[in-house]
């Protein structure tokens, strides 16, 4: 069962970075899956910032900065895989 933990609000594609707006808390060490229209796929959540300082985890409402290994939009949803 996956939960909803983001929305992808920006993707800075020169450094493969994508912007989350957090709904749920998210972890260092989480497995994430993106999904949207044309996205879709899982990775492990190697580090996490906020206004460029590392983070191990963050709560609701938190905006924070996500090294992604594949092109991400705007709008596509971010699930914590739970095993």
Same mark, same amino acid.
């Not at 972890?27 to 300082?53: A, K, P």
């Given at each position: 069962?996956?939960?909803?933990?983001?929305?992808?609000?920006?993707?800075?594609?020169?450094?493969?970075?994508?912007?989350?707006?957090?709904?749920?808390?998210?972890?260092?060490?989480?497995?994430?899956?993106?999904?949207?229209? #044309? #996205?879709?796929?899982?990775?492990?959540?190697?580090?996490?910032?906020?206004?460029?300082?590392?983070?191990?985890?963050?709560?609701?409402?938190?905006?924070?900065?996500?090294?992604?290994?594949?092109?991400?939009?705007?709008?596509?949803?971010?699930?914590?895989?739970?095993?």
């Amino acid at each position: 069962m996956d939960v909803r933990v983001a929305t992808v609000t920006h993707y800075y594609n020169r450094i493969g970075v994508a912007v989350l707006q957090l709904s749920g808390d998210l972890n260092v060490g989480d497995t994430i899956s993106i999904l949207g229209h #044309t #996205t879709d796929f899982t990775q492990e959540v190697l580090s996490m910032e906020i206004e460029h300082q590392k983070i191990q985890s963050a709560g609701s409402n938190l905006e924070v900065a996500l090294k992604v290994m594949g092109p991400v939009r705007e709008g596509d949803k971010v699930y914590k895989v739970v095993s």
